[in-house]
């Protein structure tokens, strides 16, 4: 369909009317005094609906990435306090050929147009009858939105309201990408600082101290492969089926480790969750396989499909040296038999919560620790860490580094693995969270 010839649609402009200077001049001043972004954009709308004569005016800017043009800034949208979002393709409509040709689009009845878009007429009972676009462009050319005016009071746009446009768009283009990058940083700062809190509260839920035990040693931590991880730990010291303060008698200590798909704030709360709920169950006496009964069960009605937590828990008594484990799909976890100098890795008992709403099999894997003998339980963030090839460290190495250290404290384990880890990656970023508990049978107690 051929378009009715528009009044202007080339880069030709008119000369500036001797009074428009000095308006000009005073919304240039505007725009320079602020870098907020919705008071420059309402700033430009208000001087082009003056300056042009006109009743409305909007300012759509460019999103490269969706290749869309946005307005929440427009004369009949609403104001800052209720801003309504408008979003069409940037090669659509009126403002779509302007953006498109990087040129003024001059349409003085919008209804013979077959660009023109009567939705937004009918939806609103506004009445469009011309229209001005006018492509805002950066000192770069590159675009940064488009202006658009509606309805000349006194008939349709000149060459002279063309030239005006024009001048305003030139200032218009450099405060909206000014107020637009002070926005994008404050924003950034914004969310830097909201994830610092995320990660204080995190880490400082985690144990400060650990029970200080004649015939067991204990080591663990979490490094997050972001700002928050998707990885929790917990060592809880448990006297007498109460949980105690670590600097309390000890006859008992309850492990997890939970590791949340993906890692950042809503990994780091679903672990989390699995922590407290671990916490809260122990408090009510529960048994372990009911506590991860229940935390299933509860995963599955607040994770989105696709997203679900692994777990490891594990109970001690000092004693003896038992040790009953429930893997909800959380592994490997070796144990390490001194006696022996081998490794066994302990089965999965469970899937992983949050995926299966029914019940858990009440699965759990017994084993015994004599003197010398290791429990090591480290999230994939260890096994999957890939070097420049992207070859991983796997269990493998895991197994050979701790037999060659069997006879050093679980701390001193630890450290030698995350610096075996660190250097394996040979200085690559960390693409996963690692997490890490270590437990020691030194002695008979």
Request: aromatic share 6%; glycine share 8%.
């Amino acid at each position: 369909m051929s378009h009715p010839a528009p009044h202007n649609e080339s880069k030709e402009r008119g000369s500036l009317p001797p009074d428009a200077v000095g308006k000009l001049l005073a919304v240039s001043r505007r725009l320079a005094e602020t870098g907020d972004l919705a008071e420059v954009l309402f700033t430009v709308i208000d001087a082009l609906r003056d300056l042009l004569d006109a009743e409305r005016a909007t300012v759509f800017e460019f999103d490269g990435a969706s290749n869309e043009l946005f307005t929440q800034v427009a004369h009949g949208l609403g104001g800052k306090d209720s801003p309504s979002v408008i979003r069409i393709p940037a090669n659509r409509g009126i403002a779509g050929a302007a953006a498109s040709g990087r040129c003024i689009v001059n349409i003085p009845d919008a209804y013979a147009d077959s660009r023109f878009n009567r939705n937004i007429d009918l939806a609103t009972g506004y009445k469009t009858k011309t229209i001005l676009a006018i492509p805002l462009l950066d000192h770069e050319g590159g675009l940064v939105g488009v202006a658009q005016v509606l309805n000349h009071r006194t008939g349709i746009f000149g060459p002279a309201d063309e030239a005006i446009a024009s001048g305003l768009a030139a200032q218009a283009a450099v405060a909206i990408r000014r107020g637009r990058l002070i926005e994008d940083r404050v924003a950034r700062e914004r969310l830097e600082r909201d994830l610092q809190a995320a990660k204080f509260i995190q880490q400082s839920s985690f144990p400060a101290s650990f029970p200080t035990l004649d015939t067991w040693q204990i080591a663990a931590a979490s490094e997050p492969a972001e700002q928050c991880g998707g990885d929790a730990f917990d060592v809880i010291p448990v006297s007498n089926l109460q949980i105690v303060d670590p600097s309390e008698t000890v006859d008992e200590l309850v492990l997890l480790i939970a590791d949340a798909t993906g890692h950042g704030i809503d990994s780091a709360l679903s672990a989390m969750q699995a922590r407290a709920m671990l916490r809260v169950g122990l408090r009510m006496n529960q048994p372990m396989e009911r506590i991860v009964s229940e935390t299933n069960r509860q995963l599955c009605q607040d994770l989105p499909m696709g997203r679900f937590v692994t777990g490891w828990y594990a109970r001690v008594e000092l004693a003896t040296g038992r040790v009953e484990c429930i893997a909800a799909g959380q592994g490997p976890v070796l144990h390490f038999r001194a006696a022996t100098n081998d490794f066994v890795t302990l089965p999965t008992d469970t899937p992983p919560m949050g995926i299966v709403p029914e019940e858990l099999p009440d699965e759990r894997t017994r084993l015994h620790m004599s003197p010398g003998d290791l429990l090591i339980a480290l999230t994939d963030g260890y096994f999957e860490s890939e070097d420049s090839k992207g070859e991983q460290w796997q269990q493998a190495r895991c197994e050979d580094l701790i037999r060659s250290m069997r006879t050093e404290s679980p701390q001193a384990i630890l450290h030698a693995c995350d610096a075996a880890v660190k250097a394996w990656r040979s200085g690559l970023a960390a693409k996963d969270d690692c997490t890490a508990i270590i437990l020691k049978r030194v002695a008979w107690s």
